[in-house]
Nanobody
């Protein structure tokens, strides 16, 4: 059992920045990947960024060059630094941990990111 608690969402103007955090706790399992997904109103959930325990990263084309995923293993925390935010980035952002065991996914509660002037 893994619990993921997100924080850092909020309201920001276009061009602004936010940093999302996701703190993990619970049972220890081998992790395949961790990442961030988002879902905007009326749209399907989409991958934003992922990383492996080795540090390999992948980003959606729409956020490349603007967002950075990172982790602090000592704190069991994953971050998403979001810069140059655009209105189209507005969504509920969900932290994700994918386990090697059965490919099980755990999700954070979601944090709202609003980009508006």
């Amino acid at each position: 059992q893994v619990q993921l608690v997100e924080s850092g969402g909020g309201l920001v103007q276009p061009g602004g920045s936010l940093r999302l955090s996701c703190a993990a706790s619970g049972s220890s399992f081998s992790i395949n990947s961790m990442g961030w997904y988002r879902q905007a109103p009326g749209k399907q959930r989409e991958l934003v960024a992922t990383m492996t325990p080795r540090g390999s990263t992948n980003y959606a084309d729409s956020v490349k060059g603007r967002f950075t995923i990172s982790s602090d293993n000592a704190k069991n925390t994953v971050y998403l630094q979001m810069n140059s935010l655009k209105p189209e980035d507005a969504a509920v952002y969900y932290c994700n941990v994918n386990l090697i065991f059965k490919g099980i996914n755990y999700w954070g509660q979601g944090t709202q990111v609003t980009v508006s002037s």
